[in-house]
């Protein structure tokens, strides 16, 4: 009789790792917004095999953007994994995936006033109009999630700008003259600027 043979084929089906779906644009925000994944987008992913998987992001330290004053960029890595691979157990990555979300910062606010004079004050003749008022008080505010990074473009510098005396009547004999007697008026503008130019004034009167 005839001979025959039996071959065994062993298809081993590897199954394909999750991959993103979805990958937040790189972002440009300034110091007062959020750093909230929330805002800036949050990676999407999808398996195959319909596999359990993970997405998680990690920040780095913020770098300043060299030359540029008030910049900084923070790299947002996102991770998809298995849900049930090595790094559950030993903090390898087996059939992982990595891409890296830049977030541009820039520090375009000025500083704000925590503390100024009255808007208006009278002063009699026979004081100094312009002698110092008390200077107000200033500071550079950023977002919560800066706090503590140090990522503002300080330190502020405030000063005062006095504009002239000019004269909104005449007491009796004065017309024509150079005497200023009666009312007048003086403005006296303060302008805070942090170090990258950012500026904001306030004026008494």
């Not at 959020?34 to 990690?58: M, N, R, W």
């Not at 849900?83 to 820039?106: E, H, L, M, N």
Request: hydrophobic share 30%.
């Amino acid at each position: 009789g005839g001979t025959s043979a039996e071959v065994k084929q062993i298809i081993t089906v590897e199954p394909a790792p999750p991959a993103f779906s979805f990958f937040p644009a790189d972002a440009h925000i300034n110091t007062q917004q959020t750093l909230d994944p929330t805002v800036l987008g949050i990676a999407e992913g999808e398996s195959p095999c319909k596999q359990e998987f993970d997405i998680f992001s990690v920040d780095s330290e913020p770098k300043a953007v060299e030359g540029e004053c008030g910049k900084w960029t923070i790299e947002r890595k996102w991770t998809i994994v298995p849900y049930f691979s090595d790094a559950v157990c030993t903090g390898t990555f087996a059939d992982s995936s990595s891409r890296v979300q830049t977030i541009y910062i820039a520090d375009e606010t000025a500083p704000v006033f925590t503390y100024t004079p009255e808007g208006e004050v009278e002063v009699p003749f026979f004081e100094n109009f312009r002698s110092a008022n008390p200077i107000p008080l200033t500071e550079e505010q950023t977002h919560a999630d800066f706090a503590g990074m140090n990522l503002v473009a300080e330190p502020t510098t405030t000063r005062s700008e006095d504009g002239p005396l000019v004269r909104q009547s005449a007491a009796a004999g004065d017309e024509g003259t150079c005497r200023v007697r009666g009312l007048a008026q003086h403005t006296r503008t303060w302008t805070t600027t942090d170090k990258c130019g950012n500026s904001r004034s306030f004026s008494q009167t």
